[in-house]
């Protein structure tokens, strides 16, 4: 049985209404309004391919499928049988990019009810500290719906030692839940209200930050930072956490290329999935370029590390850089069957507690 411990399902209804892509969405939700996008990016590149543009198709039609069953069962059909999916939604009402249309509690419901139908669905629940009753509402997901973990998304704005995350934290460590946050830097979703707001949420940081000359995207990587873990690791020694995408695309190439330079992201998430047993990490979306499959093999030849590290594949926001079908199989040759059993079953079992 493989786990991919990192699909998401959210729908276009559970994107709040001012983030940009969306705009894009609703233009090509019509028929006229694809054929306009695709005759301008062919006069702007009149050799391109359409390649990109035929994923962003694909990405936001699957946005619009109409359920998050239809487009998990999409996902799903790219895996063996028996495959189970860590489904990870989003809570995005409090990024100051507007109103979200559909009710985040309803986004839940239907996640959760879709798990009682398809035991192959594993579902988390995101959670934002901002959200009043935020505890109170994961408790019922837990004890109703079988919810079994949750996520993060601190550039949404918000820190992960956020003072209103500690009593969740002691809840999830009382019950064995685990924490699988996002963890890599110049994230296109991050926090888009003023600067103003910006810069009374980064006053939350536990130490002092010069916002001076440096845009939102920058300045959203402080609440990402792997190293804002550990604080957490420190107060909760039970609570499994994982750092999600291995410190991005861009810090593997740095690493390559500029290994000289500090604070690289990969480097800094290996020593600490090395130092603290209950830290993990994820290589969804990082690894969907083969040029970083040997990097990845190479790590994994050390034992403390490749203990640590889950196979996920960020379906279906990956679908803008690559294909599901491919990148599962591809990879599993890559690594061989025994590195890829590590990342795809043992790692992500004693991740999930089962
Ligand atoms: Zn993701």
Redesign the pocket.
Known sequence: MFYNS?I?TFMDVDVPRKFLPLALVRLLATKAGTAIIARILNLLNPFSDNDIFDRYVKFLKTGKLGSQEKIFRQCQKYYPRNSRFVV?PMDMKFMGAGEVPRQYEDQLKELGELAQKLPEVIPFMHIDPRRPGVLDLLKKNVEDLGFKGIKLYPPLGYFPYDEDLYPVYEYCQAQNLPVVS?CSPFSQVHFRGSRKDMAVLLAKSNHPIDIRGKSKKELSDYFTHPSNYEPILKDFPKLRICA?HFGSAHYWNEFLTNPQAGNNWLRIIRDMIEKHENFYTDI??TLNKRAFFSLLKVLMFDEKINRKILFGS?YY?VETKTDERRFGIDLRAFLGRDYFKLISVDNPKNFLGI
């Open positions: 990192h998401h990870l996002h999600a969804s979306f960020d926001m």
